[in-house]
């Protein structure tokens, strides 16, 4: 796939998406936004509640929501003390459901801008403030397929020679691609 972004001036981006590549993307959107899940004041929930909620106290036990929303203390994977655990249940609590939100709002960006090409491919041109959006959003995704495929730093190399016989092909060619479009991203903002 060779969607990737160039610069529009100013911090903004464009990108041509062809009609397989939006139905892509905005389908790996859509599943991100059912991975997080509703926020508060969503589905019937009282709006003014929303603002008094707290969030969770234990991080998430799907791998994928885990690296979404890592602890804030301690090493990955390594025991923590009862002081760690605390302090890290403490700071879960009170931005979680921030940091759900964010995330929530990132992936709806990007969905709505592919919506409004209308279900076929065409030029997308990103303001500055919409650019940022996308980045969380591509962002997100990676992390999530990366979780999902367990791939870790010393795995990124051998992406580029799976066989295609390979379960994991097209995952993992998403994944690639995502990043390539992150990257496009960024130094299309830079310019």
């Known amino acids: 796939m060779a969607g990737l972004f160039e610069s529009a001036g100013g911090g903004g981006a464009a990108i041509a998406l062809d009609e397989l590549e939006a139905s892509i993307l905005r389908s790996l959107e859509v599943q991100m936004l059912e991975l997080i899940g509703p926020g508060p004041g969503e589905g019937g929930d009282d709006p003014l509640a929303a603002l008094f909620a707290e969030g969770p106290s234990e991080a998430p036990s799907d791998p994928a929501l885990a690296r979404l ?6 090493e990955p994977g390594a ?6 655990r605390e302090a890290a249940a403490e700071f879960r609590r009170y931005t ?25 491919g065409g030029v997308l041109k990103l303001a500055a403030p ?41 995952l993992v060619m998403a994944y690639l691609w995502l990043g390539g479009m992150q990257e496009s991203l960024l130094e299309a903002m830079a310019d």
Request: proline share 5%; net charge negative; glycine share 8%.
């Open 69 to 74: 929303f890592p602890d804030a203390y301690g």
């Open 79 to 84: 025991p923590a003390d009862a002081g760690t």
């Open 96 to 120: 979680e459901l921030d940091l759900r939100a964010r995330k929530r709002d990132n992936a709806l960006h990007v969905v709505r801008a592919l919506d409004g090409l209308g279900g076929e």
């Open 130 to 170: 919409d650019c940022l959006h996308w980045l969380g959003a591509l962002n997100d995704l990676r992390l999530t397929l990366a979780a999902r495929l367990e791939i870790t730093e010393e795995d990124e190399q051998g992406l580029y020679r799976l066989p295609d016989s390979d379960e994991r092909k097209p």
